[in-house]
Nanobody
Framework: QVQVVESGGGLVQPGGSLRLSCAASGSIFSFNAMGWSRRAPGKQREFVARITSGGSTNYADSAKGRFTISRDNAKNTVYLQMNSLKPEDTAVYYC?????????WGQGTQVTVSS
């Protein structure tokens, strides 16, 4: 069973930064892609960013220019660097790892942007 574990959430002021980490059991090269989604209070989960095993990335419009997804192959970890955070970025952030037709999800980490 694949395990996906997020960390790095917390409370940050508007304009601040956070880095989320995602560790998946096994080599990240065994996954076609890994990514981040989020669910804000009262809203559906939405796509944030994705990185493929080949290193290609794509972002939601809301994340472009502020968030950066990256990976450390040696640590089997994917990161989401979030800068210039806004109150509307407040959400539970979920990491996912895709292998063939199966997507594995973590339990989520809370990010709160508030003064």
């Amino acid at each position: 069973q694949v395990q996906v574990v997020e960390s790095g959430g917390g409370l940050v002021q508007p304009g601040g930064s956070l880095r989320l980490s995602c560790a998946a059991s096994g080599s990240i090269f065994s996954f076609n892609a890994m990514g981040w989604s989020r669910r804000a209070p009262g809203k559906q989960r939405e796509f944030v960013a994705r990185i493929t095993s080949g290193g290609s990335t794509n972002y939601a419009d809301s994340a472009k220019g502020r968030f950066t997804i990256s990976r450390d192959n040696a640590k089997n970890t994917v990161y989401l660097q979030m800068n210039s955070l806004k109150p509307e970025d407040t959400a539970v952030y979920y990491c996912n790892a895709q292998r063939a037709v199966t997507t594995y999800w973590g339990q989520g980490t809370q990010v709160t942007v508030s003064s």
